[in-house]
């Protein structure tokens, strides 16, 4: 099997920070931040949208006549180039406010590669860092996407990694998916579905609240999946909460967003009285305002649709860097008592991620245990 290959920027494998100082320790969504990944938009691929697993992950609400106009390959040089300059504003945001700020290693995802079961013309990115690691406490869980183009993906953090485990952290991968044909399923309406034969999730169907982890089940994230994450925590005093029925798609954090104990974030388009998770019942509910349409147009399908907009970083339970265009969700979470640092991913509806999906917490400050449902 053909991998992609790792080219070490720097002594600490690409990695923009001083010496890892100790184990990861991250347990919520929203206490002070201390280290982070933030990704790269380097050599960012579309992969070929003609294996399932692609038209599953990206092109979900397409059918097979409108994904027949969809083409991979390269992004535009320019939506690249604009994009690392968002991230390096991002970065020295955050360094500025005292975050240790680590980048992944080069990838070159351009390489084809293969399994005994299927082929993949190319990887995808590593502009997206939160999709495929989930950090619960002092342990790096590697999850198993059903994405075969990302396959190798964390092949740009494993440096950190490295570090990371010889500090003290816990570092654990779900069983490697087979991705056979066989786990993709084409429901009645013709349209792509996953399966349950393996067990197959991305990070970013996790919130976590100390003691409870919020799990969407959908496109990205199966009932196996969270079997096998619960088979991992449960013992370890871990509630693991399946969300079902609220979104189909991918990710759940542009659909719900924990803002700090007490205070969540919705989204009205899905969330509704009757299925909002029933531990988050006693929370204040901040439903997001309508969402501007902002962004460039570089690609006839973005990877994300405009709800994107609440797809926020918190850097502290009253402080949240959040989309500039969004203004209407600003003033609420300024009426909340929450300070906001605007930024801008000018690209980030078209390469599928928000200030979330391009960070990856490592440490923050709530210590692992805490129970914020006593």
Same mark, same amino acid.
């Given at each position: 099997m053909t991998t992609t290959t790792v080219q070490p920027v720097g002594a600490d494998y690409g990695t923009d920070a001083p010496a890892v100082g100790g184990p990861v320790s991250s347990a919520d969504e929203f206490s002070t931040l201390r280290e982070v990944v933030v990704g790269r938009a380097s050599g960012a691929r579309i992969p070929n949208p003609q294996d399932i697993s692609t038209w599953l992950a990206l092109y979900s609400h397409l059918d097979s006549k409108q994904l027949a106009g969809i083409e991979g390959g390269e992004l535009p040089a320019y939506v690249l180039e604009e994009t690392e300059e968002d991230l390096e504003v991002l970065v020295e945001s955050l360094r500025g406010l005292g975050v240790v700020v680590h980048r992944p290693a080069d990838v070159d995802h351009a390489r084809p590669f293969s399994t005994p079961h299927w082929e993949s013309t190319s990887g995808m990115y590593s502009y997206c860092p939160r999709d495929l690691t989930l950090i619960v406490g002092d342990t790096i869980i590697e999850t198993p996407s059903s994405v075969r183009a990302r396959y190798h993906e964390l092949d740009g953090l494993r440096g950190l990694f490295h570090r990371y485990l010889r500090a003290g952290s816990?570092?654990?991968?779900?069983?490697?998916?087979?991705?056979? *044909?066989?786990? =993709?399923?084409?429901?009645?309406?013709?349209? $792509?579905?996953?399966?349950?034969?393996?067990?197959?999730?991305?990070?970013?169907? /996790?919130?976590?609240?100390?003691?409870?982890?919020?799990?969407? /089940?959908?496109?990205?994230?199966?009932?196996?999946?969270?079997?096998?994450?619960?088979?991992? %925590?449960?013992?370890?005093?871990?509630?693991?909460?399946?969300?079902?029925?609220? =979104?189909?798609?991918?990710?759940?954090?542009?659909?719900?967003?924990?803002?700090?104990?007490?205070?969540?974030? %919705?989204?009205?388009?899905? /969330?509704?009285?009757?299925?909002? $998770? *029933?531990?988050?019942?006693?929370?204040?509910?901040l439903w997001c305002p309508p969402m501007r349409q902002v962004g460039s147009h570089a690609t006839a399908q973005p990877l994300s649709s405009p709800w994107l907009g609440m797809n926020l970083l918190m850097v502290a339970p009253d402080l949240a860097i959040v989309d500039a265009a969004q203004h209407e969700l600003i003033a609420a979470l300024e009426r909340h008592g929450v300070g906001v640092l605007p930024h801008t991913l000018r690209h980030g509806q078209v390469l599928g991620g928000g200030f979330h999906c391009v960070t990856l917490d490592t440490v923050r400050d709530a210590p692992a245990g805490i129970d914020y449902f006593a």
């Open positions: 816990r570092w654990v991968s779900a069983p490697k998916p087979q991705l056979r *044909d066989e786990l =993709y399923e084409i429901g009645a309406d013709k349209l $792509p579905a996953l399966g349950e034969l393996e067990p197959a999730f991305e990070a970013a169907n /996790v919130l976590r609240c100390g003691l409870d982890l919020f799990y969407q /089940v959908s496109s990205s994230g199966n009932e196996f999946g969270r079997i096998w994450l619960e088979s991992l %925590l449960a013992p370890r005093g871990y509630r693991v909460h399946p969300v079902r029925d609220v =979104y189909p798609f991918t990710h759940l954090d542009s659909t719900i967003s924990l803002i700090r104990p007490g205070l969540v974030l %919705l989204n009205p388009e899905r /969330v509704t009285e009757d299925n909002i $998770p *029933d531990a988050l019942r006693r929370w204040d509910r």
